[in-house]
């Protein structure tokens, strides 16, 4: 099975910091990639699919790039709400792995 | 409202079993593929099973297999999950979600907590 890594496992930053989370796959799955972000004590939101696609409604400042194995997800200037956990998945073929997630908080 | 609601959740004793139940709404579920994730406490996501429009096709983590079954009615607009022989480590939060074709896990349910303890 391909695993998924993410790093770095936590980061802390000052608020409209520029934040990078990388996320890679032990083996190429395309661009079969998404990104969730999952605010303590709530429910996982997708933010971005197809590695680069914005889902409806998320802002802007969320980012997303690579592809086969590598990706990266691009927080462009750090607001208090998204202070969170951030977690990588595949979606290609099963089993559709999660990465261990990143969590951010606000330095 | 589109919105899943999941029920079913409890305290079971090793070795039990569970059924649990989304209930879609605001929305009719044919057309997507249906999935559980589930949380354990204080850890991360963790997908359990899928199973496609027509339920055709289901698939399962290494964890569950065997042990648990997907099942969904979509006259119902409903997704199951039938959990057997139960284990201490399958205590989590377990999550029902859709798939839109092309896309990954975009609607998700509130979640339904399941422990499994003597």
């Known amino acids: 099975d391909i695993q998924m890594t993410q790093s770095p496992s936590s980061l802390s930053a000052s608020v409209e910091d520029r934040v990078t989370i990388t996320c890679r796959a032990s083996q190429g799955i395309g661009n079969y990639l998404a990104w969730y972000q999952q605010k303590p004590g709530k429910v996982p939101n997708l933010l971005i699919y197809a590695a680069s696609t914005l889902q409806s409604g998320v802002p802007s400042r969320f980012s997303g790039s690579g592809s086969g194995t590598d990706f990266t997800l691009t927080i462009s200037s750090l607001q208090p709400e998204d202070v969170a956990t951030y977690y990588c998945q595949k979606y290609d073929t099963p089993p559709f792995t999660f990465g261990p997630g990143t969590k951010v908080d606000i330095k | 409202e589109v919105q899943l609601v999941e029920s079913g959740g409890g305290l079971v004793k090793p070795g039990g079993s569970l059924r649990l139940s989304c209930a879609a709404s605001?929305?009719?579920?044919?057309?997507?593929?249906m999935n559980w994730v589930r949380q354990a406490p204080g850890k991360g996501l963790e997908w359990v099973s899928s199973i496609s429009s027509g339920s055709s096709s289901k698939y399962f983590a290494d964890s569950v297999r065997g042990r648990f079954t997907i099942s969904r009615d979509n006259a119902k607009n409903s997704l199951y999950l039938q959990m057997n022989s139960l284990r201490a480590d399958d205590t989590a939060v377990y999550y029902c979600s859709t798939r839109t074709p092309g896309m990954a896990f975009d609607i998700w349910g509130q979640g339904t907590m399941v422990t499994v303890s003597s």
């Open positions: 605001g929305f009719t579920v044919t057309g997507y593929t």
